[in-house]
């Protein structure tokens, strides 16, 4: 019944980041990719602000507990979270993703948060430091 009353107050207020929590909240434990699907609704800014980042950092941890790491939401989310935070927010995530392989993911987040492409030379360099090649 209580998950109604916030879908209700999500579609009569849908800017306020509170309803999306606390219905996320609800649902993290039993079914945390509908949590995720939760906070993904949110209309986010674009830049994103520092609310927006919070529910993206929820996305996030929802996913990678999940090891959902292939998810398109992660990607989203995380360049989101380093554009909000800064990239340095992230780096426990970077290196979960880098014990998976997962370097293509790595260089769309990357690019995503530098808003840049992933062929960008500049970014080629880095990420042939990085080993992400």
Same mark, same amino acid.
């Given at each position: ?7 209700? &107050? ?6 306020? #980041? ?10 993290? %434990? *039993?079914?945390? $990719? ?14 994103? *602000? =520092? ?14 507990? *999940? ?7 992660? &990607?989203? +989310?995380? $360049? ?8 340095? &927010?992230?780096?426990? #995530? &970077? +290196?979960?993703?880098?014990? %998976? =392989? ?6 769309? $987040? ?15 360099? =880095? =990420? %042939? ?5």
């Amino acid at each position: 019944e209580s998950i109604t009353f916030y879908h209700d &107050v999500i579609k009569m207020a849908p800017n306020i #980041h509170d309803a999306y929590i606390e219905l996320g909240e609800l649902l993290a %434990k *039993s079914d945390p $990719i509908g949590a995720v699907a939760v906070y993904s609704k949110f209309p986010f800014s674009d830049p994103p *602000s =520092f609310d927006d980042a919070y529910l993206h950092g929820e996305i996030i941890r929802l996913l990678m507990s *999940s090891t959902s790491y292939d998810d398109p939401r992660l &990607v989203t +989310s995380m $360049i989101a979270m380093g554009q909000a935070l800064g990239i340095g &927010v992230l780096d426990r #995530h &970077v +290196s979960t993703l880098e014990a %998976k =392989f997962k370097t293509g993911l790595l260089k769309q $987040i990357y690019a995503g948060i530098h808003g840049k492409p992933v062929d960008d030379p500049g970014l080629q360099a =880095f =990420f %042939k430091l990085k080993c992400w090649t």
